[in-house]
C-alpha cells in the first residue's frame, strides 16, 4: 500500500526551512496520530495539493497531534493530467453533492463545477450556498489524500447556466448526459489533449432550454447506458468511463 498523504498549504515555502525534521502538527498531525496512528519507520507523502510533494519517514509521534518526520526527499511536482476532464454537477438534495464529489475525486476528476440547473432541488444561496460550497471543496481535499492523489481537483464558485454554455463553448470535447443522446459516450471521439467537459444534470434532468443552449455552444447529448444513474453516480460513472478511454488509466 502506498504511503498516507498529508496537506501543507506552504509546502514550497516551506520546504527551504523543514531542516533534518519537520513537525505535522494541528488538524493533520492529529489525523496522523490519533486516527492513522503511525509509528517511526513508516513513510508518509507531504502535499499542497497542488501537484507537490516529498516523501518522509516517520520519526516520532507525540502527543495527539504531533508528527516528527524526517529523511525528506527533494520536492517533486507532478504535471497536470491530459486530456483534463471537469464535471459539471448539478446540486443535487442533501448530502449527495459531498457523495458525487467524493467518488469523482477518488476516480481522477479534474476539475467540479457546481451547477444551480433550473429543476434543482437545492439551491445555494447567501451564507448556506457559501458553507456548502465549502463542503464541496473539503470534501475533494479529504477525498484527495483517501486515495493517494498529489493534486487534488479544483472545486469552482457555482456557475448559472450561461456560464456553463461558456466553459463548453471553449472545451476540446463538450458532452451532456441526457437521454436524447442517439450516441453512447463509450463510442464518442475522445481527443487526445485539451479539456474534455462533461454535464451532468440535475434529478429532474437537463431542462429543453438548457440542452438548446448547450447545443449552440457546441455540445453533443450522450447516454450513459441502458440504466438511469442519480445525478449523484453518473458523474463518476462517466468520470471512470472516460478516463479509462482516454489512456488515462493505462
Known amino acids: 500500500m502506498t504511503a498516507p498523504v498529508f496537506v501543507v498549504d506552504q509546502l514550497v515555502d516551506q520546504l527551504d526551512s523543514f531542516g533534518p525534521e519537520f513537525v505535522l ?49 527533494s520536492l517533486v511536482e507532478e504535471p497536470p493530467e491530459s486530456p483534463r476532464l471537469t464535471v459539471v454537477q448539478a446540486l443535487p438534495k442533501g448530502d449527495r453533492g459531498e457523495l458525487a464529489v467524493e467518488t469523482m475525486t477518488e476516480v481522477g476528476v479534474d476539475a467540479i463545477v457546481p451547477w444551480a440547473a433550473s429543476r434543482c432541488i437545492t439551491q445555494w444561496k447567501g451564507d448556506r450556498g457559501l458553507k456548502a460550497l465549502g463542503k464541496w471543496r473539503s470534501t475533494a481535499r479529504e477525498a484527495g489524500k483517501q486515495s493517494r492523489r498529489v493534486r ?21 470535447f463538450a458532452a451532456v448526459l441526457h437521454e436524447t443522446g442517439e450516441e453512447p459516450l463509450a463510442t464518442a471521439e475522445l481527443p487526445a489533449e485539451g479539456e474534455i467537459v462533461l454535464v451532468v444534470g440535475p434529478e429532474g434532468g437537463v431542462s429543453p432550454e438548457e440542452l438548446a443552449l448547450f447545443r449552440e455552444a457546441g455540445a453533443r447529448a450522450y447516454v450513459l447506458g441502458r440504466t438511469v444513474l442519480r445525478t449523484s453516480t453518473a458523474g463518476t460513472a462517466a468520470t471512470a468511463l472516460l478516463l479509462g478511454r482516454t489512456g488515462r488509466w493505462s
Open 152 to 172: 487534488f481537483p479544483e472545486v469552482a464558485d457555482a456557475a448559472t447556466t450561461k456560464q456553463v454554455a461558456a466553459l463548453l463553448a471553449k472545451a476540446d
Open 25 to 73: 502538527d494541528g488538524p493533520e498531525g492529529r489525523h496522523a496520530v490519533s486516527v492513522k496512528r503511525l509509528r517511526p519507520g513508516e513513510g508518509v507523502v507531504l502535499t499542497d495539493g497542488r501537484g507537490r510533494w516529498t516523501e518522509g519517514v516517520v520519526k516520532a509521534a507525540e502527543g495527539k497531534d504531533r508528527l516528527v518526520v524526517t529523511g525528506l526527499g
